[in-house]
């Protein structure tokens, strides 16, 4: 065995925080601006409406999909360096054009969609990252490891809407740099503080960051892509097939986490809402408060798990974690006999328009629009009648609500760490730039894809049938779990190189 040397550790370790500083970054960057999207888009272009909207917000991810895998076969290949520093380059540039989107005459929307689409395909560098910190980490510290860089990328969602609060301050107007063509206020300042961070990180990429791999009983030895760094080690460390039958499966329990977790993020606002009444204000402010305890509780969830593994193993955890998600979204099935406020439930009830059977499958945007007194100037709260579900499903109760978040919100980044950890133990020593790719690409289209599912489906039909199929979801993901739980183990263990 080569014994590694105190300087290499040291060495090995820097480069692995510069991937936890990478992995902070991205998620900054599509954090930093969430929240200001939609007023900054109404002010560069008033032909965009809440439908484009939806389609900038899923370009990061779009984005994303299509970059990791492309990235990560690249870092397969070549130093790493290289993959990192261009994805880096592209956020920032992508950043620059966001803060820029303002100027051109016309059709400012798509160069705001094109500037999202970039950013998302620079966070491709995520694969990247994985797989770095996957080969560069015994099976001893991979957990850890993990669970450090899911921690940074949480941190990352939490930091960033506190980022663009503190650029409210400059205002809308802030000031114009005739000379730049530039608008430095709230909606710019923000991607340009996230651009000079980047230039930040490409500096110390070339600084710090070296390429550094060792096996999983911690030996250092040359990789294909090293530029140098590392000792070699027996080649029969790498001998032996990758168990894909594991991989596709942790593929898509993987798919299932971030699914279900995006139908989480999405459906709060307009279920507190339709169910508590509140105004749009109160909704994003409440919520707002209650994610923002989420990824503090996130944080603490991840440094736990890393200490409970070494007792339990991961696979009983991230078993554990989706019963976790399982019974959160079983508390939010209605199950009382009170029925939500109806909007303008002070309106006489003859002037609520009465509903057919044939209506009530009709399109959401087919059904009669009630019509307020000209006097009427407050917002409207409650259920609105045009979902027909309003009229006969029991609302679900504050306590349920909170309840379920706290406990998905312990749920979802126990499966998180686990299923990455599992993934790169394995897959085992082998480069796994591509494979961390797919996995990235896959929680990309999860994240996509969830937010089409609950809108179509909570709208048509109600949160019983959009909380029953996310349960069903849930309990076929869990018997997936339990069909190839005896595959989910090390590459060195299966191999017989290690005991587990």
């Not at 509903?355 to 409650?382: D, I, K, R, Y």
């Not at 489906?457 to 005896?486: D, M, N, Q």
Request: glycine share 8%; hydrophobic share 45%.
């Amino acid at each position: 065995d080569v014994v590694e040397s105190q300087e290499h550790y040291k060495s090995r370790w820097r480069s692995i925080w510069i991937m936890y500083l990478t992995m902070f970054l991205s998620s900054v960057g599509f954090s930093i601006v969430i929240m200001s999207v939609w007023p900054y888009l109404q002010k560069i272009d008033p032909t965009a409406d809440a439908s484009f909207l939806g389609w900038i917000i899923a370009s990061y991810s779009i984005g994303q999909m299509v970059a990791s895998p492309l990235f990560g076969f690249w870092s397969n290949y070549r130093p790493r360096r290289e993959p990192l520093v261009i994805s880096t380059a592209i956020s920032v540039a992508a950043n620059c054009l966001y803060a820029y989107v303002h100027v051109p005459h016309s059709h400012n929307k798509y160069y705001m969609l094109t500037a999202r689409a970039l950013v998302g395909f620079g966070a491709g560098n995520v694969a990247v990252v994985r797989s770095y910190i996957a080969g560069a980490t015994s099976l001893t510290e991979r957990t850890s490891a993990m669970a450090n860089t899911s921690a940074c990328q949480a941190v990352g969602f939490i930091l960033g809407p506190v980022f663009q609060t503190c650029f409210t301050l400059i205002g809308e107007e802030g000031v114009t740099w005739k000379f730049l063509c530039l608008q430095l206020n709230m909606y710019t300042a923000p991607v340009l503080f996230g651009a000079l961070l980047g230039v930040i990180n490409i500096i110390l990429i070339f600084a710090i960051f070296r390429e550094h791999r060792v096996d999983d009983m911690g030996r250092q030895y040359k990789s294909i892509n090293s530029d140098g760094e590392g000792s070699d080690v027996l080649d029969q460390n790498t001998e032996g097939s990758i168990d894909h039958v594991a991989v596709v499966a942790l593929n898509v329990l993987f798919f299932v986490i971030l699914f279900v977790f995006a139908v989480f993020e999405t459906i709060a606002t307009p279920l507190t809402m339709d169910m508590y009444s509140w105004t749009r204000k109160e909704a994003v402010f409440y919520n707002g408060i209650i994610l923002s305890v989420i990824g503090v509780e996130s944080v603490i969830v991840f440094m736990v798990v890393k200490t409970l593994s070494k007792k339990t193993g991961e696979r009983a955890i991230l078993h554990a974690g989706l019963l976790i998600v399982l019974v959160g979204f079983f508390i939010l099935l209605p199950w009382g006999k009170k029925l939500p406020n109806i909007q303008w439930q002070e309106i006489k009830n003859n002037s609520i328009p009465r509903t057919a059977p044939s209506e009530m499958l009709a399109p959401f945007w087919s059904l009669p629009e009630l019509q307020l007194p000209s006097n009427h100037t407050a917002e409207p709260v409650g259920c609105p009648v045009t979902q027909s579900w309003c009229l006969n499903t029991p609302m679900i109760y504050l306590a349920q609500y909170i309840s379920s978040d706290v406990l998905i919100g312990l749920g979802y980044p126990v499966c998180n760490v686990m299923s990455y950890t599992l993934y790169s133990k394995v897959l085992g020593p082998k480069p796994q730039g591509v494979y961390m790719g797919w996995l990235t690409a896959s929680g990309s289209g999860a994240r996509i894809l969830g937010p089409v599912f609950v809108s179509q489906i909570y709208t048509h039909l109600g949160p019983r049938w959009a909380f029953s199929l996310i349960c069903g979801v849930v309990v076929v993901s869990l018997l997936l779990l339990e069909i190839v739980y005896k595959r989910l183990i090390a590459f060195s263990v299966r191999y017989g190189r290690m005991q587990e």
